[in-house]
């Protein structure tokens, strides 16, 4: 079975919760170091398949693979990903997020602020104006999680302060 995975949204946002979700796909790639179809893919994953297309989506957004045909193909700076160490991971990841939703609109509006560091419930009224959905929860973890992996911010749950780098 083909799955279009370009077939989904127009406004593209991060949907994966956990960055080690992408790592994995990655790795899966690599083991197989040849374009894949999705649905070999998807035998291959313990995933259920939205959770499978979001994760695609996202990896192709973040430039590390392409889809085409069904077929999943690793770029050349998904090449360059699997071999770098966390650093350069963590680096890739910040230079590619920065341009994808919710963190192009969100450091979009922290560049108004004067303060890099805002409470959480500043940033759960901006998910709630800019990305509302039945989840917003899902989106402030995304934030915070992916955020916290390409160090573009830290987190202390203790005083529900984020501050930005």
């Not at 083909?2 to 593209?12: L, N, Y």
């Not at 690599?30 to 291959?44: M, V």
């Not at 560091?117 to 917003?136: A, G, R």
Request: hydrophobic share 40%.
């Amino acid at each position: 079975m083909r799955i279009d995975i370009h077939s989904w949204e127009t406004k593209r946002m991060l949907e994966t919760r956990r960055v080690g979700d992408l790592i994995g796909l990655m790795e899966i790639l690599e083991d197989f170091n040849e374009p894949l179809d999705i649905a070999r893919l998807d035998d291959q994953l313990d995933e259920e398949r939205v959770t499978l297309l979001n994760l695609l989506q996202d990896a192709e957004s973040l430039g590390l693979i392409e889809v085409d045909n069904g077929d999943v193909f690793v770029t050349s700076l998904g090449r360059e990903f699997l071999k770098a160490d966390v650093e350069k991971r963590r680096d890739i990841v910040r230079e590619r997020i920065l341009h994808i939703e919710p963190f192009k609109t969100l450091l979009h509006e922290l560049q108004k602020l004067q303060d890099k560091s805002v409470e959480k419930e500043w940033l759960q009224n901006f998910i709630h104006n800019y990305f509302p959905s039945d989840n917003e929860r899902r989106t402030f973890d995304i934030i915070i999680g992916w955020g916290r992996y390409a160090r573009i911010l830290d987190y202390d749950s203790d005083s529900d302060e984020i501050r930005f780098r």
